[in-house]
DNA sequence: AAGGCTGCCTGCTTGC
DNA sequence: TGCAAGCAGGCAGCCT
């Protein structure tokens, strides 16, 4: 399942081929892949349709209206080189020359909201959520369909000319949408509005140590809810976290409370290791569920040392590693070397 | 306010 | 063999 690694895999491998590639046309077979996605409103402004948001199933005229408006506003974007945070990833667009004189189209809204400068046009980009199995494979224009394909997007790149961008999602939990860049919290960069709530990853240069420890340390919840918290350090899913406690010797269920700074900072340090090591290796894949760009898998699966591994022996000591469920998922951990106290 | 719970989704595995 | 239930899990919105 695509956490950190992962994600930055998939934008490091889309970057040679998407920056200054422009969308010729889109495709969206399944608009259940739309589901971050808002349409614009009657007022020309994107707006919520009120419709099929997260945990909520889309009505099916609200998704017919959700692709042709993706379809419509999508094509004859100019891409610009992928972004990432935590495991949002995002293509600023630019619109592309001619782009006004496409019949029937409704002007892209230039202006946000509120309070802001509206001679400014509003950036947009593209912005995409693997979720749980989602893949973004780059394919050349004929090649063979690859299986649960939702959103085809056929670009024309000036150097490697027309490839086939495919946004396929087994489970659903991912999605495209278009969605506008703002100033983050920190006003260091411009992030989607989706993800103005996601903190930065440990890997990225400007992440505040100091403040996650704080909070790490200040919050009575088990560590390894703390370490899924999107707000406080992104990145981090349910393989990681099992990780990085593994290698700071830390059980999952221990208040952030009860962690001392040293322990914390051990974590932290661990947490790096892990993202760093896991990226040198491509990411994880255990089954079909996490593939780069041309589809391969990654090789950090051999190198786990608790996630899955229940029964087998924990690579420092030799007790079985055990699996206990937790917020409705696994925990993986060594008893000895992860002991609650 | 912080924390807990739910639903979104498909395909593979397990159980009767 | 066939069907049903269980499981995998990120995220946001709701509830307490």
């Known amino acids: 399942m695509p956490e950190l690694p992962e994600v930055e895999v998939v934008r490091a491998g889309l970057a040679p081929a998407v920056t200054g590639a422009t969308v010729i046309s889109a495709e969206v077979r399944d608009p259940r892949a739309l589901k971050r996605h808002l349409p614009l409103g009657a007022d020309g402004l994107p707006g919520d349709d009120g419709l099929g948001g997260h945990g909520v199933r889309l009505p099916f005229e ?23 945070r935590g495991k949002f990833m995002w293509i ?47 394919r050349a224009h004929d090649a063979p369909d690859d299986r649960h394909v939702r959103i085809r997007l056929w ?40 993800a103005l709530h996601i903190a930065r990853d440990p890997l990225d240069p400007a992440f505040d140590d100091a403040g996650f420890l704080l909070a790490l340390r200040r ?8 370490l899924l918290d999107q707000t406080l350090v992104s990145g981090v899913g349910n393989i990681y976290a099992d990780e990085a406690l593994w290698r700071a010797r830390i059980h999952p269920e221990t208040p952030g409370t009860a962690i001392g700074p040293r322990k914390a900072r051990e974590l932290l340090s661990a947490l790096r290791d ?68």
Not at 105 to 121: M, N, T
Not at 161 to 186: T, V
Not at 282 to 289: E, N
């Open 274 to 341: 892990v993202f760093t090591q896991a990226l040198a290796e491509g990411g994880t894949s255990f089954d079909a569920q996490y593939v780069n760009v041309n589809g391969q898998a990654g090789y950090f699966a051999h190198s786990l040392n608790a996630y899955g591994r229940q029964g087998a022996p924990c690579p420092r000591c030799g007790r079985p590693i055990v699996r206990e469920s937790f917020m409705n998922r696994g925990s993986h951990f060594c008893p000895k070397c992860q002991q609650l106290r």
């Open 92 to 138: 600023p667009v630019e619109r592309g020359a001619g782009d006004e004189s496409q019949p029937g189209s409704v002007p892209i809204p230039l202006v946000e909201r509120g309070a802001r400068d509206e001679s400014k046009p509003d950036q947009l980009a593209l912005l995409a959520h693997l979720g749980m199995s989602g893949q973004m494979l780059l």
């Open 155 to 194: 670009i024309e790149h000036p150097a490697h000319g027309e490839l086939r961008l495919d946004f396929a999602d087994q489970r659903l939990f991912g999605s495209l949408a278009l969605d506008r860049l703002l100033p983050a919290p920190d006003g260091i960069d411009l992030i989607p509005g989706q």
């Open 219 to 226: 919050r009575g919840v088990g560590v390894k809810k703390l």
């Open 62 to 84: 609200a998704g017919v209206a959700r692709a042709a408006d993706f379809e419509r506003r999508v094509t004859g974007l100019v891409l610009d080189a992928p972004r990432r």
